[in-house]
Every structure is written in structure tokens, then in C-alpha cells.
């Protein structure tokens, strides 16, 4: 099993990650995330990231430049489910993914890929 | 990790399989299961397994066990892209799911869960 495997749901794409990331399978999630954005014209992706229990320098900036390539093909990126410890450790690594909009699940972060490609322009807005 | 998290979408939870199943991570995804099922009301339970390349027999009879448990707490189970050559090893090896529904992607899982719980009471038809 050398993929993490992508969901479409609707117009967005969801990934979870479970497994511990090293160079080569992050470099095909980033390969294989672009080529599912671009073949189903996906409007936002969301990264659930309840299962990581703790988080290095490597994921963080794995999961800023996936944000960071999907916004040039037009689609946002929510991280969702971040744990508590999580987010003390990126903010401690420097890591606090700017561009990145994050929501505590799944169904919150879709709700903010609505809410936020919706007709008014509200692109960018908090989730309330 | 040793935990296999479990999304919850709408009324439907969703669980993506990724990792090497051993007796402990399926005891415990059982529990988890069973317990967000009574938790959150769940109609239904989505299984991916697109990203497993081949099946065995522990694995085909925990995705049997998973449905008949979250039957008799009222939820439907469905399986999600499973590849061919699982199915194949799947049927060669007698696990023929009897009772699990299967669909080729999420988006349509969680039609046959919408489909199959409407109010007309088509429960239990087949996808078209």
C-alpha cells in the first residue's frame, strides 16, 4: 500500500492521513492530489489529520506546499481535525501554515469550501 | 497511530482503510465504530478500501463482522472501491460479504445509503 488513497466527494477531494509520511509517498500524494484537482475539476480539498497524534517539520511543510500547488489550480485546501497537540507543535515549529484554513471535521471544512467559493465573493471569509 | 479515524459526513460515517489490519486495530476500529454509531445517530457506514491492492481472509471477515454489528445498531454498511483483483481473492476465498453493499466510489455509496433509506422504503435495492 504505497498510496494514500483521494475521495471525491461532490466537488471537493478528501484525504486522510493515517499512515506516517516519508519522502516518497508525500511526493506521490502531492502528484497524485494535482492530477485529481485537474482531472475532476476540483473546487477545494480537504486533509483530515485526526489520526496524527503528533506532527514534524516535514508534514507541516508537506501539507503547506500541497495548499500552496492546489490554490495555483484554483482549488482551496482545509486541514481538518487537527488535534490539540498538533497545533502547539507546529506553531512551536514556526510552522503556522499561512494560506491554510483549517476546521476541528470534515463536515465543518466542507461547510467552509461551500460557504466560501459561494456567489457573494465570500472566498476567505471565517467560518463562524 | 494506532487508531483508524472515522470521518463522519451527514448521518453516514466514513472509514478509509489504508494500513495493514492487525487483530488490535480491528477490535478497536470495531469499538470506535460501534460507539460513534450510537453516538452520532449514524444511518450508515461507508468503508473505503480502494487503497488495498490484495485482501485476506482477516480482513474480509472483519469487514463482514463490521456490518452485521452496525446492522443490529440500524446502520447499513457500505464498501467502496474495491479493487478487482480484491474482489476476485475475496470470491476465491468463500467471502463472498453477504449482507455489505458495495458501491465503485464514495459519492455513490453514499447515494445507495440515501437511496436505500428513503422514505418510500426501497431499502435493500440494488444501485442503479
Redo the contacts between chains.
Keep these: 500500500?504505497e498510496?494514500?488513497?483521494i475521495?471525491?466527494?461532490?466537488p471537493f477531494l478528501?484525504v486522510?492521513i493515517?499512515?506516517?509520511m516519508h519522502d516518497r509517498l508525500a511526493l506521490t500524494l502531492q502528484d497524485d492530489l494535482m492530477t485529481q484537482i485537474r482531472d475532476t475539476s476540483a473546487r477545494g480539498v480537504l486533509i483530515?489529520i485526526?489520526?496524527?497524534?503528533m506532527v514534524d517539520s516535514f508534514i507541516g511543510r508537506m501539507i503547506g506546499n500541497i495548499a500552496a500547488m492546489a490554490r495555483v489550480l484554483d482549488a482551496e485546501t482545509v486541514v481538518t481535525?487537527m488535534q490539540p497537540a498538533v497545533a502547539i507543535t507546529l506553531v512551536e515549529l514556526g510552522l503556522s501554515l499561512p494560506g491554510v484554513r483549517t476546521a476541528l471535521?470534515?463536515?465543518r471544512g466542507m461547510a467552509l469550501l461551500t460557504q466560501g467559493r459561494d456567489p457573494q465573493g465570500q472566498r476567505g471569509r471565517r467560518a463562524r
Design positions: 500500500m498510496r494514500i488513497p475521495l471525491r466527494m461532490g478528501l486522510t493515517q499512515v506516517d483530515d485526526s489520526a496524527l497524534d481535525g471535521d470534515v463536515e
